[in-house]
Nanobody, 124 residues
Framework: QLQLVESGGGLVQPGGSLRVSCAASGYTGEHYSIGWFREAPGKEREGVSCISATDGSTQYADSVKGRFTISRDNTKKTVYLQMNSLKPEDTAVYYC?????????????????WGQGTQVTVSS
C-alpha cells in the first residue's frame, strides 16, 4: 500500500518562498506519477502541478506557472513543490497524490493515493 506524507507547510509573508515535500513509502517501484493539489476554504480543489513517472514531464496550473516548480528525488522517494513569489491567494491545504500513471495529470480523479495535507498560509 502506497503511503504519502506531506511536510513543509507553514506561514509565509507575501512574496516569500516555501518548499513542501511529499514522501512516499510502502511500495517497491518508482513508476508512479505525482500530483499536487490544493484546497482553500470555499473553493473547489485545484490541480496545481504534476510530474510523470516515465519521462519526468511536468504541468502547472496557470495560476502558479512561473512561480512554482515541481521536482522529484527518486533515491529519497520524495517529490518537492518549490513555491516562490507567494500570494495570499495561494493560501490552502496542499495535498500530494500518487498513482501508477505513465503520464502527468492534474485531474484528481486519476489518483487513488493521497496524503493528509499540509497547510500553507500566505499572510502579512
Amino acid at each position: 500500500q502506497l503511503q504519502l506524507v506531506e511536510s513543509g507547510g507553514g506561514l509565509v509573508q507575501p512574496g516569500g518562498s516555501l518548499r513542501v515535500s511529499c514522501a512516499a513509502s510502502g511500495y517497491t517501484g518508482e513508476h508512479y506519477s505525482i500530483g499536487w493539489f490544493r484546497e482553500a476554504p470555499g473553493k473547489e480543489r485545484e490541480g496545481v502541478s504534476c510530474i510523470s513517472a516515465t519521462d519526468g514531464s511536468t504541468q502547472y496550473a496557470d495560476s502558479v506557472k512561473g512561480r512554482f516548480t515541481i521536482s522529484r528525488d527518486n533515491t529519497k522517494k520524495t517529490v518537492y513543490l518549490q513555491m516562490n513569489s507567494l500570494k495570499p491567494e495561494d493560501t490552502a491545504v496542499y495535498y500530494c497524490a500518487a498513482d501508477h500513471l505513465t503520464y502527468c495529470s492534474v485531474r484528481d480523479y486519476e489518483y487513488d493515493y493521497w496524503g493528509q495535507g499540509t497547510q500553507v498560509t500566505v499572510s502579512s
